[in-house]
């Protein structure tokens, strides 16, 4: 479509977009189809807020909202310069509207608040309004941009073996104490090939992959049980990085599992007991009732403390680990732009080869 130089042609070309607005406000009043029908700002709900890059100058702010009218039910979008005086420059950018799939225009053009015409509320103060309002909230995710500045990754700083390079990442990593270090993303998939991910804590790696501990009858484990090859994402986003690990899956040794078990807190080797990870349960109570027969069982009837060292609480059957033999590993360092530094380590024959990737 041509660029708009009517309100009817700018509803349509927002229709074209996939925003479904019957009207367009302009100049503090609302106009129904051919602009006929005006009605105050003030009566209309900001639904969306949603921020561009200006179509001129990157670094301009251009935010449009979309708005409800509680009387008729119309949606709309707050706008200006559609008319035909349009302001030449606002009717550019709606232009390259079909590519954004949103309306652009201009910051300083816009007079809202949830529910009122304001002057001249930029991104933050809008959104700000909207938040206290609770309207809007979480349907916008557009104007969550980072850009990725903390630092690179050169081909010369990586090591030959990515569970070294690994390595040097979980040094700078683990030493902020803000941050449970340990936590993961482990994704399987079953037999027929449907994928599921959940978070999960690392409890070590090295040269023979990376170890963590579950319950061995959880849908994890019979999704390893049926398909033993899963994927770990590390997302240290805070230093802007990604670690991606994949590789079979294979059960820890009886003997690991015995010396992880005996490193847990009662509390939590309880809990394992207690809990059939993954399977239907009727509420809490149940869950908690289990734990009561367990700590009974133990002699620990009534008592609170869940801390007694010398109590024994025999590992479960269905209670263990794996370990994730990688042959794939990525490292992933956020950079301006979207132009991300990418180098992936594949294991042939026992040999690690480099490649970087494009973002
Ligand atoms: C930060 C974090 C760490 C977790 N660590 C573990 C873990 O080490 N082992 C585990 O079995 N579940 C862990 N969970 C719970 C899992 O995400 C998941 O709920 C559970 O393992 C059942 O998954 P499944 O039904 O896909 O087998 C963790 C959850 C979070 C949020």
Redesign the pocket.
């Known amino acids: 479509m041509e660029s708009p130089d009517t309100v009817t042609e700018a509803i349509a070309l927002l229709r074209q977009a996939g925003y479904s607005a019957d009207f367009v406000v302009d100049e503090g009043h609302l106009r129904a189809d051919g602009g006929s029908r005006r009605c105050p700002v003030d009566e209309a709900v900001v639904e969306h807020l949603y921020r561009f890059e200006g179509p001129s100058d990157p670094g301009d702010e251009m935010v449009v909202l979309g708005l409800s009218d509680p009387v008729s039910g119309l949606r709309g979008v707050l706008a200006s310069g559609f008319g035909p005086s349009a302001d030449p420059a606002v009717v550019d950018s709606l232009s390259g509207l079909t590519s954004r799939h949103l309306p652009v225009a201009s910051t300083r053009e816009f007079h809202t608040g949830p529910g009122r015409v304001t002057p001249a509320l930029g991104y933050e103060a809008a959104r700000a309004a909207m938040d206290r309002a609770g309207v809007g909230g979480a349907q916008d995710l557009g104007h969550f941009r980072e850009d990725y500045t903390v630092s690179e990754l050169r081909r010369s700083d990586l090591a030959a073996d990515p569970v070294d390079q690994f390595g040097r990442w979980w040094k700078e990593w683990s030493a902020d104490p803000r941050y449970?270090a340990a936590?993961c993303i482990l994704a399987?998939a079953s037999a027929s090939g449907r994928p599921?991910a959940?978070?999960?804590?690392c409890?070590g790696f090295g040269p023979d992959g990376f170890e963590?501990?579950?319950?061995l009858e959880?849908?994890?484990?019979s999704d390893l049980a049926d398909n033993p090859y899963g994927s770990l994402v590390f997302g240290w986003l805070e230093l802007n990085r990604q670690v991606r690990v994949e590789g079979s899956v294979e059960l820890l040794d009886e003997a690991t599992n015995d010396a992880y078990w005996e490193t847990r807190p009662l509390g939590s080797r309880i809990g394992a007991l207690a809990s059939a990870?993954?399977h239907v349960i009727a509420d809490r109570e149940e869950l908690e009732q289990r734990v009561e027969e367990i700590r009974a069982r133990l002699g620990l009837a009534g008592s609170n403390d869940q801390d007694t060292d010398d109590v024994v609480v025999p590992r479960p059957f269905n209670w263990g680990g794996y370990r994730l033999i990688p042959d794939r590993v990525e490292f992933w360092q956020g950079r301006p732009d979207r132009l991300h530094d990418r180098f992936e380590y594949r294991r042939h024959d026992g040999t690690w080869t480099i490649s970087r990737l494009a973002p």
Not at 198 to 201: N, S
Request: proline share 0%.
């Open positions: 449970d936590a399987t599921t959940r978070y999960v804590l409890r963590l501990f579950t319950n959880s849908r994890k484990a990870q993954s």
